[in-house]
């Protein structure tokens, strides 16, 4: 079977990680089926309307189609709409006809896999990972978006959502098309466990954008501060994809260095290693839907603390760490001071089979790959 993928979110030189849990779905299944990716992105360094490049990933090719840019907001959006144009005749051209397009995530690019389902009968699957389902987020879901995403999912030959949380979000909204939950992916070769720090300090670790509204670092930084007065045997490393001045201020206002670590980005194999070296795993986020990093702390044998939010009970329960109310700081301070006497009393092992047995890129690739085939019996 040769597949399409369509990506909303991707990798470009000025945020070379967005979309990568997008990407591991692709790589699982690429195990399975004949993959291509295709993206397109406005360039100032691009003389021509299009240049096309072409990247070798693990098993599948990666089609980039670089845009010169407009200032008219049309022109541009008519620029965009010929570059993926262009690049699928690149892909018809020196790879395969496809025989399904696998959209990732819904808008915006979502328009491009509906419009070739009507013109050039290309079926596709979509799979969904956005939090703008969420009820925190109803405000951002206008009538205009609503209808938008309404059209191109329910015109999926089928719906793959990473939780089914995120399913029952999305059928709130009028979203009928089938569903099937597949969950995010991790590559349990890479990610292992370790043997934690050998400082003599307990390690509790901490990744995201550091997008505050979402993952409330501020507050766990508030309760590291209180839980500072009771003892000092742990640190906080923190790494990110983007620089929050303002939570680095309040570190150093409260005297917090020793305590709190910035790490900035990482590449995927340094960040395994944080893994190696960590106790424990922390999200305190007040949205979510199922977070790639809870499944990767789960494949190095670590139990987390995290909020009751999105699908992440559905994965979590008290074998695998604990689950708090979402901006309880309360709570918080309680459990952190719980978990850094008791990380070492949950089952390591069993963590880490939970993961293989549940999100493996082996077991991902057969989910994904099965659900194109069934589209095609």
């Given at each position: 079977m040769n597949v399409l993928h369509?990506?909303?979110?991707?990798?470009?030189?000025?945020?070379?990680?967005?979309?990568?849990f997008c990407l591991k779905h692709i790589r699982a299944v690429s195990e399975h089926v004949h993959s291509v990716v295709l993206s397109a992105y406005p360039d100032e360094k691009v003389s021509r309307h299009f240049e096309v490049e072409v990247a070798d990933y693990p098993n599948f090719k990666y089609v980039v189609v670089r845009v010169r840019?407009?200032?008219?907001?049309?022109?541009?959006?008519?620029?965009l709409f010929l570059a993926y144009q262009h690049g699928l005749e690149?892909?018809?051209?020196?790879?395969?006809?496809?025989?399904?397009?696998?959209?990732?995530?819904?808008?915006?690019?979502?328009?491009?896999?509906?419009?070739?389902?009507?013109?050039?009968h290309i079926p596709y699957v979509l799979t969904e990972h956005w939090t703008i389902y969420q009820p925190q987020n109803s405000a951002m879901m206008t009538p205009r978006v609503r209808k938008r995403i309404g059209k191109i999912a329910n015109n999926a030959e089928k719906i793959l959502p990473v939780s089914y949380d995120l399913q029952c979000n999305?059928?709130?909204?009028?979203?009928?098309?089938?569903?099937?939950?597949?969950?995010?992916?991790?590559?349990?070769?890479?990610?292992?466990?370790?043997?934690?720090?050998?400082?003599?300090?307990?390690?509790?670790?901490?990744?995201?954008?550091?997008?505050?509204?979402?993952?409330?670092?501020?507050?766990?930084?508030?309760?590291?501060?209180?839980?500072?007065?009771?003892?000092?045997?742990f640190v906080l490393d923190v790494v990110h994809d983007y620089r929050r001045p303002d939570l680095e201020c309040y570190v150093?206002?409260?005297?917090?260095?020793?305590?709190?670590?910035?790490?900035?980005?990482?590449?995927?194999?340094?960040?395994?290693?944080?893994?190696?070296?960590?106790?424990?795993?922390?999200?305190?986020?007040?949205?979510?839907?199922?977070?790639?990093?809870?499944?990767?702390?789960f494949a190095c044998g670590l139990?987390?603390?995290?909020?009751?939010?999105?699908?992440?009970?559905?994965?979590?329960?008290?074998?695998?760490?604990?689950?708090?109310?979402?901006?309880?700081?309360?709570k918080l301070l309680e459990t952190l001071d719980f978990m850094l006497d008791?990380?070492?009393?949950?089952?390591?092992v069993a963590i880490r089979k939970y993961a293989e047995e549940h999100f493996s890129m082996e077991v991902i690739g057969h989910q994904i790959a099965a659900v194109y085939h069934d589209v095609f019996q």
């Open positions: 369509l990506l909303s979110w991707f990798p470009t030189p000025d945020d070379p990680y967005s979309g990568n840019p407009a200032r008219n907001r049309w022109v541009r959006k008519i620029r690149f892909v018809e051209k020196n790879f395969f006809h496809p025989d399904l397009v696998h959209q990732h995530v819904t808008l915006p690019v979502g328009r491009i896999a509906l419009f070739w389902k009507k013109t050039r999305m059928q709130k909204y009028g979203i009928h098309a089938p569903f099937q939950v597949v969950p995010n992916v991790v590559d349990v070769s890479l990610f292992l466990p370790g043997q934690g720090s050998g400082d003599g300090k307990k390690h509790i670790l901490h990744i995201s954008t550091l997008r505050d509204e979402a993952k409330n670092v501020s507050g766990i930084f508030r309760v590291l501060k209180r839980l500072s007065e009771k003892r000092c045997d150093k206002d409260n005297s917090m260095e020793e305590m709190v670590r910035f790490h900035g980005r990482k590449t995927e194999k340094e960040i395994a290693a944080f893994y190696a070296r960590a106790h424990f795993f922390l999200l305190f986020s007040n949205f979510e839907n199922l977070p790639c990093v809870l499944i990767e702390s139990p987390v603390v995290t909020t009751d939010v999105g699908g992440i009970r559905e994965i979590v329960d008290d074998s695998r760490g604990r689950v708090l109310r979402a901006g309880d700081e309360d008791h990380y070492a009393d949950f089952d390591a």
